[in-house]
């Protein structure tokens, strides 16, 4: 056995070696990517450097992880309203109405924000511009516009710093947003509140995926305990959804009404219930059959969405498909994955594998998870054919991983 796994290692590092590409961009080699899975070496911007929204650097000379020149400057002084002021930006009276006091954003806090308002402009399907208005105006979510700016910024500092788990700044945001949160929520809800609050509730659900502090895949969830804070976003499906039914984002006068056909696709998604619809390395993976449909495998619908994501290429995978997984694996499958159940930590690990290539905030977990996941599958199911080898399609970042990346996934 252990001469097999030195046999695979080995074989591991030969791959690294034949399919590193020299001629990848400097930002595409500082994060680690391949060039087979990720960089296509397009020119002047290739396509991992314009979903992560930087300019592209083949210079020797050229920076690392630069924004582009329109976003160099604040946006508050260009899509936001010019005659805001660039301190004191919550007022005395928009503190009085949301139970808060006054504060100033510093130079620093409005370097994040325009990185992060830059990035969700060039990737998001949310209208951020009258997000970042209502922040001016409601400290609950200006809270969590900064708290959401300080994870961003973890992400484009991450090939450089690893081992960075949340700040002390970002954590204060976090609880500041949720307190004052909280006591809105304790009063009549007033129409104008609605859209501020369902905004806080969205950054909020990505603040909670990103509630991970533990930055050593040999000390991460699943090596610790479900119980800890690393899985809440697991239970948070039910409380976002009866904060939908009290905002309605959708009716006309919202400012997310442009997003009613992506809310509507989120909820409309159903299964085939068709065995066909999933790939046999799942089938056997999952031991679904002819007669397995979602009613009697907690497994079924997992597999099924992770089957549809390999038909899409890396990069051009839509917001919704990416989503599905998170919005429509049944509460039995979420049990299993708290229970650390072996098939379904694959499935969860594949899902990292493909969606952290769109969104960036599930990059900036799956750096740490996916990696432990699959120490932890190595470690105490190495025996299972089906999960080792579901595990080579797992290729996640490459982050010092030991995983086996091929060309040509099947799913």
């Not at 905004?199 to 991460?220: G, N, Q, V």
């Not at 990416?322 to 098939?343: N, V």
């Not at 969606?355 to 996941?373: F, K």
Request: net charge neutral; glycine share 4%.
């Amino acid at each position: 056995m252990r001469s097999t796994n030195t046999d695979a290692r080995t074989l591991t590092r030969k791959t690294r070696l034949i399919r590193r590409s020299r001629k990848g961009c400097g930002n595409c080699k500082l994060r680690k990517i391949k060039v087979f899975l990720q960089c296509d070496q397009a020119k002047p911007q290739c396509r991992p450097c314009l979903s992560y929204g930087v300019v592209c650097n083949y210079g020797k000379d050229a920076m690392d992880l630069r924004l582009p020149e329109e976003s160099q400057h604040l946006w508050l002084a260009q899509e936001l309203s010019p005659s805001v002021p660039l301190k004191g930006l919550i007022s005395t009276e928009a503190a009085m109405k949301t139970h808060s006091v006054p504060f100033e954003l510093d130079a620093s806090s409005l370097r994040l924000l325009s990185q992060l308002y830059h990035q969700m402009k060039l990737t998001s399907v949310f209208p951020v511009a009258d997000i970042f208005h209502l922040a001016q105006g409601y400290p609950f979510l200006m809270h969590a516009a900064l708290a959401l700016s300080a994870a961003h910024d973890r992400s484009l500092s991450m090939a450089i710093q690893s081992g960075q788990g949340r700040t002390t700044s970002e954590m204060a945001h976090i609880f500041q947003c949720t307190t004052l949160l909280n006591r809105t929520l304790c009063h009549e809800i007033s129409p104008a509140d609605r859209d501020p609050i369902w905004a806080t509730a969205s950054f909020l659900s990505i603040l909670s995926f990103l509630a991970l502090d533990e930055c050593d895949p040999s000390k991460a969830w699943p090596f610790k305990p479900s119980e800890s804070d690393d899985m809440n976003w697991l239970r948070l499906g039910d409380t976002k959804w009866k904060l939908f039914q009290l905002t309605q984002p959708t009716r006309p006068d919202s400012i997310f009404y442009s997003m009613s056909d992506v809310y509507q696709n989120m909820r409309a998604y159903k299964s085939t219930s068709s065995i066909h619809s999933i790939s046999p390395e799942l089938q056997l993976l999952c031991r679904l059959d002819e007669c397995s449909h979602p009613e009697t495998s907690p497994y079924f619908e997992a597999a099924e969405i992770i089957t549809r994501l390999g038909k899409w290429r890396d990069f051009e995978i839509p917001f919704t498909e990416a989503m599905a997984f998170i919005i429509y694996t049944s509460p039995s499958f979420k049990s299993l994955l708290l229970m650390k159940d072996p098939a379904a930590l694959v499935l969860l690990a594949l899902w990292y594998s493909k969606a952290s290539r769109t969104i960036w905030w599930v990059d900036l977990r799956a750096a740490t998870e996916l990696e432990a996941i699959c120490m932890y599958l190595r470690q105490y199911h190495y025996e299972d054919l089906a999960i080792m080898g579901c595990l080579r399609y797992c290729s996640g970042n490459a982050r010092g991983t030991d995983l086996l990346c091929q060309e040509g996934c099947p799913y």
